[in-house]
């Protein structure tokens, strides 16, 4: 067939391939979601049904894109880790970038009555994303511990400053000003000696976060980047709110990162 005249405009979509054998990950953020969790009363610090809905909605994330090995999620994002020898729209970063954005996007909007049965939507809700490629496990493994050391601080400062405001009768003015300069060690005193909470007996949701897996002994589905099927149940995908800064999760679960190098 002839080419019309305008073709030539092809020249200025420039290739963006990712580096090969290095780690992609997507994180998504929920944009102002400090905005959001008020307009739509989400319980503080932490609220259930929107952790569980971050998950839902990057299960079918995880379904649809059969390369995503594992994802973790705390607070208003989610982090999408893609096997370093994926092949995905051959590895085409703005492809894998928008893609994996408006599913997660478009299934925490699918979902959501499901998880807010009594609070309408207000307004659509939007995430920014951003890739990164890690070159070696370490540095992965460095930037899943950074996410998760970020979960622990947050919760921890949350839950002593809404302990503060709302068991303590403080204003959230008073609660910063009580909490500043202070270390860990201080806020687990105040939780403890002020509240009579024990911040390592909090659910494991909020001091850890959570990570979703593929479980080892059901198929994974092939759905590469055909999300036709990607309304099946997501049953292959496992969802564990566990540490992975130290060394267990890895030798338990050695399948996730492969070991069929150095890298
Ligand atoms: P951004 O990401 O720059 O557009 O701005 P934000 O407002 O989304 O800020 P970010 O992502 O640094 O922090 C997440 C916000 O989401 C934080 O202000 C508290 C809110 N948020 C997330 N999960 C919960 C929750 O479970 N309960 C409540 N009350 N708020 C939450
Ligand atoms: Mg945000
Ligand atoms: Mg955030």
Redesign the pocket.
């Known amino acids: 067939m002839a080419k019309s005249k305008f073709e030539y405009v092809k020249m200025f979509e420039l290739a963006d391939a990712m580096l090969p054998r290095c780690w992609p990950v997507v994180r998504v953020?929920?944009?102002?979601?400090?905005?959001f969790?008020d307009v739509h009363k989400?319980?503080?610090?932490?609220?259930d049904r929107?952790?569980n809905l971050m998950s839902c909605a990057a299960s079918h994330v995880m379904r649809g894109f059969k390369d995503v090995v594992l994802a973790y999620g705390q607070?208003?994002?989610y982090s999408f880790v893609f096997h370093k020898d994926c092949n995905l729209y051959n590895r085409r970063e703005s492809k894998i970038l928008s893609t994996v954005l408006s599913l997660f996007t478009s299934r925490f909007v699918f979902h959501w009555p499901e998880f807010f049965p009594t609070i309408p939507l207000q307004y659509p809700p939007s995430f920014d994303a951003r890739i990164v490629l890690y070159p070696s496990r370490r540095i992965l493994r460095d930037y899943l511990s950074w996410r998760q050391a970020d979960c622990h601080i947050n919760n921890l400062y949350n839950t002593v400053f809404w302990a503060l405001v709302q068991q303590g009768g403080m204003t959230p003015a008073e609660a910063q000003l009580r909490l500043k300069g202070t270390l860990a060690g201080d806020k687990n005193e105040i939780l403890f000696s002020q509240f009579g909470i024990n911040y390592n007996n909090l659910p494991q949701l909020y001091r850890k976060g959570s990570v979703l897996i593929r479980r080892e002994c059901s198929p994974v589905v092939d759905g590469g980047g055909d999300l036709s099927n990607e309304n099946l149940a997501v049953s292959d995908v496992q969802g564990l709110n566990v540490d992975i800064i130290g060394e267990d999760f890895w030798k338990e679960h050695p399948q996730i990162l492969g070991d069929d190098d150095n890298n």
């Not at 953020?29 to 905005?35: L, V, W, Y």
């Not at 989400?42 to 609220?47: A, I, S, T």
């Open positions: 953020d929920g944009r102002s979601f400090h905005r969790a989400f319980h503080k610090p932490n609220d929107s952790l607070s208003d994002e």
